[in-house]
Structure formats: C-alpha cells, structure tokens
C-alpha cells in the first residue's frame, strides 16, 4: 500500500511540472529576450534657474550637482546654461578662445538676468565646465553662475543668500553699487574703496563699466592707460559733463578690472568710479553737470 502511494505521488508531482513547462500565454520560457531595450545612457547637463548651496566649483560633477530652490539658503545661482559644438574632442583650456566666448555669452546672460550690467551690483560671475569623465561621456554645456559678494573690493567673501538675483538689478537695491568713502595706502593712491549712503560724506561714486578691448592683461604703467582714459569717458556720461581735456581737473578716477585669471578668461569689465581727491559731497553726482563737477583751479 505504501509502495502504491509513493507511485501516485511521484505521479502527480511530475504531471504538475510538465504543466508547467508547457506554453502558456504566447511566453517562450525565455526570461531575457522579451524585455524591453533600456534607452541609451545620456550626457548629464545641469539646469537654468537653480541654486547651490555649496560654494561655487570650476569643474562640475554629477555626485556633487545639488540643485535647490533660490528661496533657500544658498551660495551660487546658475543663470544660464550654454553648449560647446557637440564634435568638440577636448574640453577649452584656460584662455582659449572657445571659453572666452563662453564667458562672453555668460556675460550677456548674466546682465539680462539681473536687469543691469551685474558688475553694477555686489556680484562675481562665474563659468563652470563638466568633469574629465562627463566631457568623456558627452557632456559639452558651459553653466554661467552668480554669486553674491560682501564687496568688490580685494577682501570679497560670499555672501550666502537667500531668493533669487532675477531682476535684482532693475532698480534700487542693496546689491548696488553706488557712493563709497576711499581709503588711502602709504602712497596717495586710493587703496580701498567702502560703500557709504550717499547722504554721508564721501569722495568717491561708481559711475559705470568700460568694456577693454581684448588685449594682454595690463602690467606696465602704459597698458593702464587705456583703462584710465575710457573710466573717465564713462565718469563724463554719469555726471554729464564733457569728454575733453578738462576732465581729468574736475575728478580723478578709480579703476577695478578684473584679475589676471579672470582677464584671461575673458572678463574685460572694468569697474570706474568718479574720486574728489581735494573734497568730500553728501549727495550723488550722477547728472550733477559741470556744477556738480567744476573744473579745479589748484
């Protein structure tokens, strides 16, 4: 009897397992060939309209791209997003024509995002690349950043902020630009520039940007020339006084290009500012005239 069970089990156990393997539903008993394709790997490319809340990098990876919202706390504001010619081999070297075009869009960006020249304003703009390995895998975007800055001075430290710089620079605002008090080093030239209300006293003003033409980075007393000549161009439009002789005894002046690394990059914006060496004023010159800005007999 117990023989006779044992048969009958084995039976229906290997009745089951042929149930099994037959066709069932159109499937084959393959389990790989039905699967859908996964879709080709693509190049990793950051977003327009978004923040960071890390501190700005050059060469950026996709382990540490962290978008945020710009309504929180943050450090760099990525205001555009331009694309290298996709048969580009090698990434733009420092200096390179290629990377200065980018920076010249991202400059062009970059104003219009703010509504204003964004060197008007207390900003640092910034053009970062894709790793070695996204460039290998096909990324060839360029991302144009800002980020706020305590000053424009030498000691700059970023400001962490919070909303966005959009519009920023329309109207008045607090990342302006505007009167500043000067501070002198152990010559008589102006070693530091401080921001003032214009109500207060003070013997300094930015009056605006002039563009250099794309030259070596001025380091003889003759390559600053140019910069001096076209401030104080700049300088007569504010105030609204005449470009000619004259100018340089109403007001001197004070220019900020960029740095030698940024220069070679391709920034050429130069930071001008009106200078009353011999007398301090507790209002803003801007459209003063010669009244506002006479000609100095001493």
Do not use: I
């Amino acid at each position: 009897m117990r023989r006779a069970m044992t048969t009958l089990f084995a039976t229906a156990v290997t009745a089951v397992l042929l149930v099994g393997c037959a066709g069932s539903g159109g499937l084959d008993g393959d389990l790989t060939d039905d699967w859908a394709a996964l879709p080709p790997a693509t190049a990793f490319t950051p977003a327009a309209g978004v923040c960071q809340a890390a501190d700005f990098v050059e060469v950026v990876t996709l382990a540490a791209y962290q978008p945020m919202d710009c309504a929180g706390p943050h450090r760099v504001e990525t205001v555009h997003v331009g694309a290298f010619p996709a048969e580009r081999a090698a990434a733009p070297a420092n200096g390179s024509v290629e990377l200065r075009g980018a920076f010249a869009e991202c400059d062009t960006r970059a104003s219009a995002y703010v509504g204003d020249d964004w060197r008007a304003g207390r900003l640092r703009l910034s053009v970062a690349l894709p790793s070695g390995p996204g460039w290998a895998a096909g990324s060839r975007w360029y991302r144009c950043d800002l980020t706020e800055l305590t000053t424009v001075e030498a000691a700059a430290t970023v400001v962490v902020r919070s909303g966005s710089l959009r519009d920023a620079l329309k109207g008045a605002s607090a990342l302006r630009l505007g009167c500043q008090q000067t501070r002198t080093g152990a010559g008589r030239g102006v070693q530091t520039l401080v921001p003032v209300e214009c109500g207060a006293r003070h013997d300094a003003e930015f009056v605006g940007v002039w563009r250099a033409p794309d030259r070596p980075y001025p380091t003889r007393d003759a390559d600053w020339a140019p910069l001096y000549t076209g401030c104080r161009s700049v300088l007569g439009r504010y105030v609204g006084v005449p470009d000619d002789s004259d100018l340089r005894f109403r007001s001197g002046v004070v220019v900020r290009p960029p740095g030698a690394g940024r220069w070679r990059v391709g920034d050429r914006g130069v930071r001008c500012y009106l200078w009353l060496s011999d007398r301090t004023v507790t209002a803003s010159l801007k459209g003063a005239g010669p009244a506002g800005l006479p000609v100095r007999t001493k």
